[in-house]
């Protein structure tokens, strides 16, 4: 035992080596918040159904068409011992005819958030001014701070509501970057086209990033716009929509002239061969999604009238595909829907966000029967 505590004692007198130690600016961040039912439901399988509807993935498996084409390639490809198709191009020509967008403006990327690192890494630097409306998907903040920009938050006093105004308040001639999620996450506020039309004009010196992660649920988008504006950037994702989270493939369009900046470190090898197929499989198979999202559409109407016949209990049905909860009591009301198998996202640490938790929305037949585990913790009014 002594042998042990001066072992102990000498390493922890010892400093770490100077290559060990992370750069000033990350020593400084605050670790993005991954925080997640799946093991907890992992341990819980052959009990009664769980409801995941926490982290806003798709209640249903991606199309059939993805397992088929990645069986297929599996048992009858080149292998996996080669690498995949460098910068995805065949995922990009089925992407320009999904968005409309030339091949030249757009990157396949390693999920959405590959893309919001790859441009924070690519057009920040130490000291640029980002402005961002908060509460908002924190991962992008985590990127900017990395590279030692100074974050310019923007909040309102209603939070579901749009802050165009005190937004253009907080821009100056020194805003590096302007970071908009839309719909955004957790509010599920919506950008529209003209208002990002609008700043790309008046702030032509700022790179605006418009996040449409959600982007399928709200069918609102700006991405036309990177034909006509050379700041701007929207960044995708596969995850949500067409339940491909566990594949890691999002993409992003804007400019040629950025695209060119951004490939001077872009991995064109970052996207798997397993995630390629399955996000062309996935868009080979445009009417199951569209038939996904009616679902959605429908399960969101289900819950904005339950919700409006409950009592102790606030709803925002939101263009995307979750809603926010304000609830009196949030340890209280998690510790019950948990006790029910349903497992949603404490946001209530979010500032004008006190009470609140967000839940992801499925299927009908997934809302009918979340319904009724909903009846036993919100009583009728």
């Known amino acids: 035992m002594g042998k042990r505590e001066v072992v102990l004692r000498i390493v922890s007198d010892t400093p770490p080596p100077r290559g060990v130690v992370a750069a000033g600016p990350v020593r400084e961040l605050v670790p993005y918040e991954a925080v997640s039912s799946q093991r907890t439901i992992e341990a819980l399988q052959g009990s009664s159904p769980i409801f995941k509807l926490d982290w806003n993935e798709s209640t249903i498996p991606p199309s059939p068409k993805v397992q088929q084409s990645i069986v297929h390639h599996v048992t009858n490809g080149p292998g996996l011992n080669w690498y995949p198709e460098l910068s995805s191009r065949s995922l990009l020509l089925a992407l320009s005819d999904y968005t409309n967008v030339r091949p030249d403006q757009l990157m396949v990327t390693n ?19 980002v402005v961002v409306p908060v509460p908002t998907y924190n991962h992008f ?59 790309c004009q008046d702030f032509p010196n700022t790179l605006i990033v418009l996040d449409e992660a959600y982007f399928e649920f709200s069918q609102v988008t700006g991405i036309g716009l990177v034909q006509r504006f050379p700041n701007l950037i929207v960044t995708r994702t596969f995850s949500k929509a067409f339940g491909l989270a566990g594949l890691r493939v999002g993409y992003l369009a804007a400019h040629p002239d ?58 925002w049905i939101t263009a995307a595909n979750f809603v926010v909860l304000r609830v009196s009591d949030v340890k209280d009301t998690l510790r019950q829907l948990e006790g029910l198998g349903v497992y949603v996202r404490d946001r209530s640490s979010y500032q004008g966000m006190e009470g609140c938790i967000r839940m992801t929305v499925g299927t009908v037949e997934q809302t009918q029967r979340l319904i009724d585990r909903l009846s036993k913790v919100f009583p009728e009014r």
């Open 111 to 129: 999920g959405s958030d590959d893309a919001l690192h790859l441009i924070c890494s690519t057009f920040l630097d130490h000291d640029d001014e």
């Open 141 to 199: 903040v985590v990127f900017a701070q990395s590279k030692g920009a100074k974050i310019v938050p923007v909040q309102t006093e209603n939070l579901f509501a749009s802050n165009i105004e005190a937004i253009r308040d907080a821009m100056t001639h020194k805003t590096r970057l302007l970071y908009l999620v839309s719909p955004n996450n957790p509010t599920g506020v919506v950008a529209h086209p003209e208002m990002i039309e609008e700043l």
């Open 258 to 315: 950025i695209l060119e900046n951004l490939s001077r470190i872009y991995n064109p090898k970052s996207v798997n061969t397993l995630a390629q197929i399955g996000a062309l499989a996935a868009l080979s198979d445009l009417d199951y999604l569209n038939e996904y999202l009616d679902e959605v559409i429908e399960s969101k109407r289900m819950l904005r009238e339950f919700f409006a016949q409950r009592q102790g209990v606030e709803a």
